[in-house]
């Protein structure tokens, strides 16, 4: 679908040994400024990419694709009509004219823990 549209690209490399297929760039603009509980913080809201104009506005209209290779992830930032976005059609549209601020937060990786950790829950069942 993106191949043949105005986009920006995007690739992280890593080393061999490593592996991409967990970092999703997320848009912020997928998720509400609602409070989230405690347990759910650690894990809210990481690899976000926000994308803002020059008057420092966030640009909501747009959209990540994903490409991997072996050690290579490439993300590609496609523009969309906002109001055909709203409605579901994803027709791209050019990159904007102005400067562009791209910014990826809060990532995340993958690594094994160092010793075990032992985690403890309640059995709660729900009955309707």
Do not use: C, W
Not at 76 to 97: A, D, R, V, W
């Amino acid at each position: 679908m993106f191949e043949q549209s105005p986009r920006i690209k995007l690739s992280l490399i890593t080393e061999m040994d490593q592996q991409l297929n967990h970092l999703r760039l997320i848009p912020d603009h997928y998720y509400s400024d609602a409070e989230v509980s405690d347990d759910y913080e650690r894990v809210y809201k990481n690899n976000i990419i926000t994308i803002s104009g020059e008057n420092k506005k966030r640009i909501n209209n747009f959209e990540v694709q994903r490409a991997e290779e072996e050690n290579k992830a490439t993300y590609y930032i496609t523009f969309y009509n906002k109001e055909e976005m709203e409605k579901g059609e994803m027709k791209p549209i050019l990159i904007p004219e102005s400067d562009l601020t791209i910014t990826v937060s809060n990532l995340s990786y993958l690594k094994p823990l160092t010793n075990p950790v032992d985690i403890k829950y309640k059995n709660i069942m729900i009955m309707n």
